[in-house]
Nanobody, 127 residues
Framework: QELLVESGGGSVQAGGSLTLSCVSS????????VGWFRQAPGKEREFVSI????????YYRDSVKGRFTISRDNGKSTAWLTMNNLKPEDTAVYYC????????????????????WGQGTQVTVSS
C-alpha cells in the first residue's frame, strides 16, 4: 500500500506563486511516476503534470506549460509542483497521484490509470 500526503495549498492573488509537496510512503520506486491532477467545482478531474521516478521525464497539460514546474527527490520520496503566475482558472483541489505503468504524452491523462491518490489540497486564486 502507498500513502500520499500533500501540503502547500492556499489562497493567492492572480500572478502569485505556490508550491505543493507530496510525500510518498511505501515503495515509491515501484511506481513509474508521481504527479498531480486537479478538480475545479463542477468540473471533472484533469491531468496537470507528472514526473517519472525512474528517468525524470516530465509531462504538463498545455495550459500550465511555462508556469508550473514539477520536480522530485527519489531519496526523500517527495515531489513538488511549483506554480508561478497563477490564474483564477487554476483554482481547484489538487491531488497528488502515482501510477505504476509507463505512459507518454496524452497517454498520461486518464484518471483511471492512477492507482493512488492523496487527500487533496485546495488552491484558490483570486483576480
Amino acid at each position: 500500500q502507498e500513502l500520499l500526503v500533500e501540503s502547500g495549498g492556499g489562497s493567492v492573488q492572480a500572478g502569485g506563486s505556490l508550491t505543493l509537496s507530496c510525500v510518498s510512503s511505501g515503495r515509491a520506486t515501484v511506481t513509474y511516476a508521481v504527479g498531480w491532477f486537479r478538480q475545479a467545482p463542477g468540473k471533472e478531474r484533469e491531468f496537470v503534470s507528472i514526473v517519472s521516478w525512474r528517468d525524470g521525464k516530465k509531462y504538463y497539460r498545455d495550459s500550465v506549460k511555462g508556469r508550473f514546474t514539477i520536480s522530485r527527490d527519489n531519496g526523500k520520496s517527495t515531489a513538488w509542483l511549483t506554480m508561478n503566475n497563477l490564474k483564477p482558472e487554476d483554482t481547484a483541489v489538487y491531488y497528488c497521484i502515482t501510477r505504476r505503468q509507463y505512459c507518454s504524452g496524452s497517454g498520461c491523462y486518464a484518471t483511471s490509470e492512477y492507482e493512488y491518490w492523496g487527500q487533496g489540497t485546495q488552491v484558490t486564486v483570486s483576480s
